[in-house]
């Protein structure tokens, strides 16, 4: 079992471009959620699925788009990068009937917009 | 407005003494509370969690504290070892299911002294 993964591990914009940062957990889950992790700030939900087929904004979704390609990827897109958007990324899924009720985390994309 | 505190950003204690991390949330519809650990370059991964309807549960040298009048928690790690050093996120959520959202302090480190 791999967990949950993420790619790129590390990637450079330059402000205006976009990339799409990919999402895969193989342990049947059915919610998915990207967080962001800034110094000073915690982790912060930009968007969420609760299950294949549905997603919600969380706490800051602008600037972001998401798509739950089916039950295991789940990818977070940036259409026009600002460097406001220079921060860790992390991804994560869970299960209402897994154990200790908790969410699992992938090991994060760190992305940088100059 | 932040709905989950952790004021004291970091904490140093001595290899074998008692660590004490403490949250404070200000949503009194929070009903479930998690504590996730964060090593650098790593995703998070969850510690230990409690319901509101306890005030205490133990895992081991973990043990997190719920006082549900004045809204506060704390997690307790005793002995304490160099590999607890990391930094750890208070978190809590509406719902006990899974896929419920999670709302995350700013986290505090923990460095602990051979």
């Known amino acids: 079992n791999a967990g949950v993964t993420q790619t790129p591990k590390f990637q450079v914009l330059k402000t205006g471009q976009s990339m799409t940062l990919q999402c895969a957990q193989d342990m049947n889950h059915n919610s998915m959620y990207w967080y962001r992790q800034d110094p000073g700030m915690g982790l912060r939900l930009i968007y969420y699925s609760a299950s294949e087929g549905t997603t919600d904004k969380g706490e800051v979704p602008n600037g972001y788009n998401v798509s739950r390609l089916n039950k295991r990827e789940f990818s977070l897109r940036l259409e026009s990068a600002a460097p406001s958007q220079t921060s860790v990324y992390f991804c994560?899924?869970?299960?209402?009937?897994?154990?200790?009720?908790?969410?699992?985390f992938g090991p994060g994309t760190r992305l940088t917009v100059l | 407005d932040q709905q989950v505190k952790q004021n004291s950003p970091s904490l140093s204690v001595q290899e074998g003494r008692i660590s004490i991390l403490n949250c404070d949330y200000t949503n009194s519809m929070f009903d479930y509370f998690l504590w996730y650990k964060k090593y650098p370059a790593e995703g998070p991964t969850f510690l230990i969690s409690i319901s509101s309807i306890k005030d205490k549960n133990e895992d081991g040298r973990f043990t997190v504290f719920l006082n549900k009048s004045a809204k506060h928690l704390s997690l307790h790690i005793v002995p304490s070892q160099p590999g607890d050093s990391a930094v750890y996120f208070c978190?809590?959520?509406?719902?006990?299911?899974?896929?419920?959202?999670?709302?995350f302090g700013k986290g505090i480190t923990l460095s602990v002294r051979p």
């Open positions: 994560a899924s869970s299960d209402p009937s897994g154990r200790g009720n908790e969410q699992f």
């Open positions: 978190a809590a959520r509406r719902e006990e299911r899974a896929n419920s959202k999670l709302t």
